[in-house]
């Protein structure tokens, strides 16, 4: 008799359960048609624009992501934690987070950003 009752109390709480979430919004989206907009401060992928070449960001980077050469700053997305740390750090902000967080890849190639930096701007 005790085992019917707690059957039936369990049954009956998940049923509240069940209810309660019936008319609530849902929290996932039919992605790829639905995106989410990130938050303002999102921490998406790294991209760099007019760098005077510190080094303070290779130096602050605690996954050794970054490695720059006398022309091109390279990012590498396989290394990278998206701490942030490198933007915040670097003094002219020439490193930013973007929103964009669509990152998967089957070729791990494809997670090496490079930048050039030879010249101000700095194109992919
Ligand atoms: S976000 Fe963090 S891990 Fe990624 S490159 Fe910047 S400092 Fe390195
Ligand atoms: S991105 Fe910023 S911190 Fe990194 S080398 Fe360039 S100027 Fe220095």
């Keep these: 008799m005790r085992n019917c009752c707690n059957s039936i109390k369990g049954l009956a709480l998940s049923m509240l ?3 309660k979430h019936l008319f ?3 929290v996932t989206l039919e992605y790829p ?3 989410l907009t990130p938050p303002e401060n999102f921490r998406g992928e790294p991209f760099v624009k007019d760098c005077i ?3 303070t960001c290779t130096k602050v980077c605690p996954s ?3 490695k720059i050469t006398e022309d091109k700053f390279y990012i590498d997305l396989n290394k990278c934690i998206f701490c942030g740390n490198c933007t915040y750090y670097c003094p002219v902000k020439a490193i930013q987070m973007s929103a964009s967080y ?3 890849s089957k070729d791990k190639h494809d997670m090496n950003l490079v930048y050039d930096i030879s010249k101000k701007g700095g194109e992919e």
Aim: aromatic share 6%; glycine share 6%.
């Design 53 to 55: 070449k510190c080094m």
């Design 33 to 35: 048609e639905q995106r």
């Design 64 to 66: 050794g992501a970054i």
């Design 24 to 26: 609530k919004r849902p």
């Design 17 to 19: 359960t069940v209810f």
């Design 102 to 104: 669509e990152l998967a």
